[in-house]
């Protein structure tokens, strides 16, 4: 569900015409729709409110730091990946006992940042990151809250590449040496160990993948206590997908039903990693047809946002809508929508039928608002777009466009080659 609606042929963001951001802003441009985002992390909390449990939003999903504020003054937490997350969190008021930090690669720096912010939880990947961290902190002669992530080797029957919790891949601890490791880590005398976490991969539009993989980590959880290890925090982490074509994934309260059950009476707080859920609808990319060119065998729409703007498509072969800004009965015709970055891979959509369009039309790239903006880069020199948030009939710009001077921004030129 989101925000964004046709009213009399003209493409809307709440009450606000996009037309209008795109003569103030420019294109291409990111907006989201503050109504949807609250909306989502609304539908976590209510379906899980008979129990304790703090949603962590995935900030790699989206890191804008508006953004983040929202998710924090609607009681929201972080799972961060890297120490730029962090920073990125804490500068925006999220509250460091709602962070919790995953990865493979946490470095030395990285862990003790963190220590000394008083994360909740560093969610350990391997056994050496269990001896660093436990290092690490006795340096500091601090106690470091840790949770073991857990690889249930489940298939969540997704991308491959946004699959993660198998056991080819390289998150997480396997399910098999998790009693091992959680006795390894008991003896680590700077480590509390506090929780277990697993995340299985991400746009699951099943349930069972989560029923599944939780039912395996809940008897992991009956094992540990037998061995006198009382978890106080079960981090089931995130992947809830979104509809991008005609996927119909399970809404947050249908997640809840089949997993409350399993939960109820476990006491212990549940900590959820949503990203794309929260995000991905909630969010557009806006762009501006160059050209259309005719080729051999196919016609290609030339725009001005490419796959530094959005790599969704060419990184994952991933499907966005792609609609008009103003709705119109063009002749359709069949498409690939490609951006102006000199590579074959650039392209938002292949053999796509829309109405023809004209240079200058304005095209919307629907559920961009996740893994969009937060994976953009500069390749080609290309100053990122504009972020804007509307709420209402308002709208706030809560990133610039990036100038050519941004783009240069920390370079310099050694003295000998000044000659
Ligand atoms: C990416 C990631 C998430 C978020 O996944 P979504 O599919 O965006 O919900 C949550 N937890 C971890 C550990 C991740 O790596």
Known sequence: MHYFRYLKGELYAEDVPVRSLIEEYGTPLYVYSHKTLTRHLKAYNDAFMEIPHIICFAMKANSNSAILRLIANHGG??????????????????????????????????????????????????EQELERINDIAGQMNVIAPIALRINPDIDPETHPYISTGLRMHKF??????????????????NIELIGVHKHIGSQITKVTPFVDALQRILVLIESLKAEGINLRYLDIGGGLGIQYKNESPPHPKELAQKLLPLLKGLDITIVMEPGRSIAGNAGILLTRVLYLKKGEDREFVIVDAGMNDLM???????????????????????????????????????????????????????SAGAYGFSMSSNYNSRPRPAEVLVKDGEHYIIRKRETYRDLVRGEMIPDFLDK
């Open 77 to 126: 937490g972080a799972d961060i990946v890297s120490g730029g997350e962090l920073y990125r969190a804490l500068r925006v008021g999220i509250p460091p006992e709602k962070i919790v930090y995953a990865g493979v690669g946490k470095t030395d720096d990285e862990i003790r940042y963190a220590l000394s912010k008083r994360i909740l939880m560093f969610n350990v990947e391997s």
């Open 172 to 189: 997480g601890i396997p399910i098999e040496n998790a009693l091992e490791y959680y006795r390894l880590a008991r003896g680590l005398e």
């Open 312 to 366: 969704r498509p060419t990184l994952y072969d991933a499907y966005h809508h792609i609609v008009p800004v103003r709705k119109n009965r063009r002749k359709l015709i069949t498409a690939d929508i490609v951006g102006p970055v000199c590579e074959s891979g650039d392209f938002l959509a292949r053999e796509r039928e829309i109405n023809t369009v004209e240079h200058g039309d304005c095209l919307a790239v629907m």
